[in-house]
């Protein structure tokens, strides 16, 4: 890479894709299924063990310097969820090197001669120093490339202690073998990154291989994924407790909402029943009003009545007391007339006598 590339590429890094306002750069966001999720949160097995003899080739998906800052842009303001993909990724990737490891440890127990259990256990002893060695060893030289020499002098110190107890651990197992099967490479399958360890390897090799690329890579990774799970494990409980929190809350307003429909509703039942009280009571007021107004008019007619029924009464009398004096006037000028007529007649007779006596 030329120095110009290794410019934007670290201008990239650093400003994201948005830095000299490229447009064709921009149609692709870090959200896009198309772009590794392990690539933006560095982890990305096909960039960690890139020049060694586990190298991956070029990742399928999207690798970008400038996608990576702005996710880490976009990281600080929300929580994007992308720890899971990436946890995801790692696992797959390890557990198909932990099949590894148990097939070549199946071929080397298949291809290496049976020992006993004990000589297996010293043997197993010889390969643990081995590896603590070339650890110490490893971190010994990456110390001392810091500049920190005192650390990386300590730690030389107990590699020769460690070197004491592999010497002592090589001869019980050199005892506890015959010395044609001694002669022979035992192999050993290493834990992290599935190579081959001979137990006869010496100080060199071990740190070599310890110190390796892809050692060291390997150790990245599971550190990683170890980081990415415990990183998914809180968030996970965070956003558990969330929306606990939020069911709660919501329990919480619809229990209040309930209450303060309840007494919504009491409210409006006392209003209405206020209301019908109000009425009730207003036309209770009117009936009153209207009965007392019956009862007034009522008296007003009985008073005109009985006014009328003595007015009436009094002027039946009076025309009673006429017709009395009329009928006495009557009779009396009957009785006048039939003595007048009866003294008529009285003095018809005598007249008619006297000419009945004056004929005669």
Known sequence: MSAQAQMRALLDQLMGTARDGDETRQRVKFTDDRVCKSHLLDCCPHDILAGTRMDLGECTKIHDLALRADYEIA?????????????????SFIAECDRRTELAKKRLAETQEEISAEVSAKAEKVHELNEDIGKLLAKAEQLGAE?????????????????AKKKEAEEEYRNSMPASSFQQQKLRVCEVCSAYLGLHDNDRRLADHFGGKLHLGFIQIREKLDQLRKTVAEKQEKR???????????????????RSGSRNRDRRRSRSRERRRRRSRSASRDRHRRH?????SHSRGHRRGSRDRSSKHKSSRDRS???????????????????????????????SEEREAGEI
């Open 75 to 91: 990281s600080k303001e929300r929580d994007l969820f992308f720890e899971l993909d990436a946890m995801d990724h790692l696992e």
């Open 147 to 163: 500049g920190n020499v005192d650390e990386s002098q300590k730690i030389l110190m107990e590699v020769e202690k460690v070197r």
């Open 240 to 258: 558990n407790q969330d929306r606990l929190r939020r069911r709660e809350e919501r329990e919480r307003e619809e229990r209040m909402g309930r």
């Open 292 to 296: 007392r107004s019956r009862s007034r």
């Open 321 to 351: 007391s006429r017709e009395k004096s009329r009928d006495r006037e009557r009779k009396e000028k009957s009785s006048s007339e039939r003595r007048h007529e009866s003294t008529n007649g009285k003095s018809r007779s005598k007249r």
